[in-house]
């Protein structure tokens, strides 16, 4: 079974058919990238697959749940994590804090433990900031703990967005668009780091990404969209040397330069 499987999903904007009729499976630890050019429908389909546009058509089933009707909040209870194009941080929050955010959904200490202030409540939020000083030094960002979200520079707020996204133990890390501001760089190590992520933690990485060096250097499979149309689909040589992937990168100008 796929870990990920969507069918017919369309998301229309008033006239704009912003995702249309696209069918997509993923497999439990691949790492797939989603490409196109801008506008094309990629951050929608993100939006739609982790419950931000319940109003689409189609199904999505993750992990065998149906994930009709579920709000990001119930989507990211089956463990789908996310990052967002536009780092969405707790600028005034420490670092540790923002990931600790990410784990509330997950611990078990109900009203009762917290008025109470039970053993569980104190034993819990031990391990949790625990798990959270552990996935700081895990991206890279030890001993920063007591720094604001808003003071680290951009390429480490990009890190700990991730981190809070691990922060759930995903089955599924949806980053849309790791490497945007990154030079190249650093762009290398987010390569590196994603790869360590599925290697390392068996998370299933999907991601939307403009970097192609980036994204033809790990992916496992790429599916390509333009106006909201899945094109095509397969390994990065495959795209590579697709004629209609060409096409909507260059228009009739078949060089292969722009997904090369
Ligand atoms: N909330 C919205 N309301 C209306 N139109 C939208 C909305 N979100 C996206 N669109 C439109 O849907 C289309 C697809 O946009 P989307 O952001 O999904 O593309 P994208 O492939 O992620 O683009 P980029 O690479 O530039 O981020 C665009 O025409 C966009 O203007």
């Not at 604001?148 to 599924?172: C, D, F, M, S, V």
């Not at 987010?190 to 992520?197: L, P, S, T, V, W």
């Amino acid at each position: 079974m796929a870990l990920l499987d969507v069918k017919g999903l369309t998301k229309t904007f008033g006239g704009l058919v912003a995702v249309n009729n696209i069918d997509f499976q993923m497999e439990d630890k691949q790492i797939v990238s989603v490409i196109g050019p801008n506008g094309a429908g990629k951050t929608t389909f993100f939006n739609v697959i982790s419950g931000y546009y319940p109003d689409h058509v189609g199904t999505i089933t993750f992990g065998g749940h149906n994930l009709k009707d579920l709000n990001p909040e119930k989507v990211a209870a089956y463990r789908m994590a996310r990052t967002f194009q536009n780092i969405r941080l707790f600028p005034d929050m420490l670092t540790v804090e923002n990931i600790l955010v990410g784990m509330h959904l997950h611990l078990s200490s109900n009203l009762f433990d917290i008025v109470l202030n039970t053993k569980r409540l104190k034993r819990e939020e031990k391990e949790a900031y625990e798990r959270a000083m552990e996935l700081l030094n895990y991206v890279g960002l030890e001993g920063k703990d007591n720094e604001l979200a808003k003071n680290l520079p951009y390429g480490e707020q990009r890190l700990l967005e991730i981190a809070r996204a691990l922060a759930i133990k995903p089955k599924l890390l949806l980053l849309d668009e790791p490497a945007a501001g990154l030079n190249p760089k650093e762009t290398e190590a987010m390569k590196n780091f994603i790869i360590k992520i599925r290697d390392e933690l068996g998370h299933s990485i999907l991601l939307i990404e403009h970097d192609m060096k980036l994204v033809m250097g790990l992916s496992d499979k790429i599916t390509v969209i333009n106006y909201g149309v899945k094109i095509a689909e397969g390994t990065p040589d495959e795209i590579k040397n697709n004629p209609e992937v060409i096409k909507a990168y260059l228009g009739d100008d078949t060089t292969t330069d722009a997904v090369a």
